[in-house]
């Protein structure tokens, strides 16, 4: 077993160990990947004030999300095509979630389906819906979430319209991979990867195919997926479905105070600050520089998450001091998972914690609910006058 002693050491097994092309596909943002830049750098920013002489002992990373206990306010982000990262993907990292003690976010395009995870797992996951353009699918998909337990709904308003990644459009993304000669050959250096996917059936979007009208083959899935996000999604349909839905509700994707406002009279249980890891509007802000100004705008109206950029417990701890109640992380999971399968989730999630532990305690706070704005130094017009 490598030594693994930060995310970065993931991220380089990931790319080792599965294809270029789903290695791509997470390692990526779009257009000109600035903002997917910035969400990471924009932390970086930000330093910790140091404290000493301080009764350390005792330390406690454990809070709630939404209600939820956790071990630490860190939750799995909804991400697709996990089962194309290893096989049996969104199963292993609910497995790894649920041991940990911290919620799992099953995406809508995952590759196992919600009933596939829901009986290989013992405790309740959440479910994060795409609103589609057609409703039956959109109506039964929320049926089978409850069916299956799951204990919040996180809708991700972001994505209506697919922001476009260079790379997945050069590789020919696909679930599962076409095998062209290229694809062969990469292939070649993967074993490990291609011996996982020839034990498994789960190689298509396992939330759709079945489910979906008129989605047989994978040719009609790959155009049925990229034409039914549903452009005309708006806060009527959204209250719709909240109140289908009828339990924990979360809005992802909350980038603006106006919107952050009008998400908090909504009665959402939590809303996430986020701009998709950098994958949809490029050149929006980073998500930890919006963050202060979000959580000013809402007061104690309504729990705010935050996601985007995280890849070390001190990023947690920045984003806590920052005014956020929990968080959640894409890529740093997925380069585990890539990498280890279950074992990899769960290493990501032992590194995150001891960082955010450690990191605790040198600032010297002993409680992670304690953390605020004066564990940080922060750069004059770190948030800037954007007009
Ligand atoms: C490969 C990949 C796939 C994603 N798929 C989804 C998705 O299906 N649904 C969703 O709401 N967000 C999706 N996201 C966004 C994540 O939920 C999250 O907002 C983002 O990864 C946070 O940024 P980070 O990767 O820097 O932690 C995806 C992100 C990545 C990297």
């Not at 050491?9 to 997470?26: C, G």
């Not at 404290?51 to 206990?69: E, F, L, P």
């Not at 998909?141 to 997945?168: F, M, N, P, W, Y």
């Not at 005309?232 to 106006?258: H, P, S, T, V, Y």
Request: aromatic residues 8%.
């Amino acid at each position: 077993m490598p030594v693994i002693t930060c995310i970065d050491d993931l991220k380089r097994l990931h790319k080792r160990r599965v294809p270029k092309m789903f290695y791509d596909y997470a390692e990526s943002g779009s257009y000109t990947e600035q903002t997917f830049r910035e969400n990471t750098s924009d932390f970086a920013q930000i330093r910790l004030r140091q404290k000493v002489a301080v009764d350390m002992s005792g330390r406690s990373t454990a809070g709630t999300m939404a209600g939820h206990d956790v071990a630490m306010p860190v939750a799995l982000a909804p991400v697709g095509l996990c089962g194309m990262q290893h096989a049996d993907g969104e199963i292993k990292a609910a497995r790894a979630a649920e041991k940990f003690g911290v919620p799992f976010t099953l995406s809508t395009m995952s590759i196992c389906s919600i009933e596939d995870v829901a009986a290989h797992t013992t405790k309740p996951f959440w479910f994060q819906l795409y609103v589609m353009q057609d409703e039956d699918f959109v109506d039964a998909i929320i049926e089978r979430a409850k069916r299956a337990k799951c204990s919040a709904l996180v809708l991700t308003l972001d994505l209506q319209i697919l922001g476009q990644r260079h790379k997945d459009l050069k590789n020919g993304l696909s679930a599962p991979p076409k095998l062209t000669l290229p694809v062969m050959l990469d292939l070649a250096t993967k074993w490990r990867w291609g011996l996982g996917m020839l034990g498994t059936k789960r190689r298509f979007f396992g939330n759709i195919v079945g489910h979906a009208k008129g989605v047989g083959d994978t040719a009609s899935l790959m155009s049925w997926t990229s034409e039914q996000f549903d452009p005309k999604l708006d806060w009527g349909k959204i209250a719709r479905i909240r109140d289908q839905w009828g339990g924990k509700f979360i809005i992802k994707g909350i980038l603006d105070e106006e919107d952050a406002r009008i998400a908090a009279d909504f009665g959402a249980d939590a809303i996430i600050v986020s701009n998709h890891g950098g994958r949809q509007l490029d050149g929006a802000l980073s998500a930890i520089r919006m963050l202060p100004s979000i959580v000013r705008a809402v007061g104690d109206k309504v729990e705010v998450h935050m996601d985007s950029g995280i890849r070390s417990g001190q990023d947690v701890l920045k984003a806590l001091a920052l005014g956020a109640k929990g968080t959640y992380i894409g890529r740093s999971y997925i380069y585990g998972l890539g990498a280890m399968g279950e074992a990899g989730v769960t290493r990501a999630l032992e590194v995150i914690r001891k960082e955010l532990d450690t990191t605790m305690a040198l600032c010297g706070e002993r409680d992670v609910k304690a953390l605020g704005r004066h564990n940080l130094l922060i750069p004059e017009g770190f948030e800037g006058h954007w007009a």
